[in-house]
């Protein structure tokens, strides 16, 4: 099977997502068509981790974040030739779009160029973060005319699926997941340091301000550091402030393991999530996890079992300090979160089903064809 995958942010968790589904469905040909944003991750330095043998990357020159219709109109023209070509080298059985912004131009694209199978995965919806109701409502506004251009919405948590219920959209999920093939590590400690880490870029969805809040608030603890794994814009980046914070910038993925593995809670601040990938990896590497509720985040612990949530600054204090004093508990809760990551976010099990997506839209699109001609048939 062919399969086209459009992605605007090709960086952090959605090409992680894309990446995933590459490894995952190893026996089909993938076809990445990408934008870059480079003050987060060039997109040569991503593709490096991608499989060498079953994928091939287009670059979409005018994908761009921010909203311009302008621009906008070039990057969906753009677009457009781009699945004409591979139409006409027959290199499309099912286009699968990621992000908001590749959602509404790949869908309009593939309209165009008369395409049905699209598959749309939000990774984590644009109006479910922002602070301007006006600016939220007119994201929802943009996601319902993408729906009007057709494809399945297949979101990647059931509180992302529920948002999307929510506006009148009807949707699916399919859960996020991570490689349980890789060995689990747990690094012994070799001091009292009591280690508390994030991951992932430093933007204003992962609310550094409220990390930095907590941070400051425990700096007299001289046992308790943070480490923010990851990089960002001096905008985003200069919010961390705080003395007992460490910024480590971007680093190879065995490294990061290697500081995930050795911390002792991860947390995650984050306005809202599709479903963190980094927040499961943590799972994976069995430790407790400490998250803000909201979307995304509200998927992934069974309170006080494996972690717990907050809604602001001083819960979340609470509750690294009760971890703080009662370590011996710590351990007990990341098995639990490595079990909870084995029974629902095996990625192997779940993104196979992606497959089986893809290939029911092929079905009834057959099926459909079918049904055309019989019905010109019995009318000749």
């Given amino acids: 099977m062919n399969i086209v995958h459009v992605v605007e942010p090709f960086a952090a968790g959605i090409a992680t997502f894309v990446k995933s589904l590459t ?24 593709k490096k981790s991608f499989p060498k043998n079953n994928v091939r990357f287009i670059k979409w020159h005018y994908a761009q974040r921010s909203i311009n ?22 290199a499309i059985d099912a286009v699968h779009l990621h992000s908001s912004k590749s959602g509404i131009l790949g869908r309009a694209a593939c309209k165009m160029a008369g395409i049905s199978n ?59 997941g991570v ?37 400051a608030y425990l700096d007299h603890y001289q046992n308790i550091e943070f480490t923010w794994v990851g990089d960002g814009e001096a905008a985003d980046k200069n919010q961390l402030t705080a003395r007992n914070i460490k910024v480590t910038g971007w680093l190879p993925a065995d490294e990061v393991r290697d500081i995930v593995a050795g911390a002792d809670v991860y947390i995650s601040t984050s306005h809202y999530e599709g479903l963190s990938f980094s927040v499961l990896e943590a799972l994976e590497l069995q430790k407790p996890v400490l998250l803000t509720r909201c979307i995304g985040n509200q998927d992934v612990i069974k309170c006080g079992i494996n972690g717990d949530y907050f809604n602001n600054e001083t819960e979340a204090v609470t509750k690294i300090l009760q971890y703080f004093n009662n370590r011996s508990m710590l351990k007990v809760m990341g098995g639990f979160s490595r079990e909870l990551c084995s029974e629902q976010f095996d990625q192997k099990r779940n993104f196979s089903t992606y497959r089986n997506i893809y290939a029911k839209n092929i079905q009834k699109m057959m099926f459909d064809k079918m049904q055309g001609v019989n019905v010109k048939i019995e009318n000749v």
């Fill in 69 to 90: 219709p302008f621009k906008d109109i070039f990057a969906a023209n753009e677009l457009y030739r781009i699945v004409r070509t591979l139409q006409k080298e027959d």
């Fill in 179 to 215: 490689n349980l093939t890789m060995p689990s590590i747990q690094n012994e400690k070799k001091d009292a340091r009591f280690r508390i880490v994030t991951t992932g870029r430093i933007v204003e969805q992962k609310n550094p301000s409220l990390y930095n809040s907590i941070a």
């Fill in 118 to 176: 699209i598959v749309y995965t939000p990774n984590g919806a644009s109006f479910l973060g922002g602070k301007n109701k006006i600016i939220n409502f007119i994201y929802k506004q943009i996601e319902k005319i993408g729906n009007h251009f057709g494809g399945q919405v297949i979101c990647c948590s059931e509180s992302e699926y529920k948002e999307y219920k929510r506006i009148g959209i009807e949707a699916y999920y399919v859960n996020n």
């Fill in 23 to 46: 490894e995952t469905l190893s026996n089909d040909r993938h076809i990445v068509i990408h934008g870059e944003r480079k003050p987060v991750m060039s997109a040569d330095e991503v």
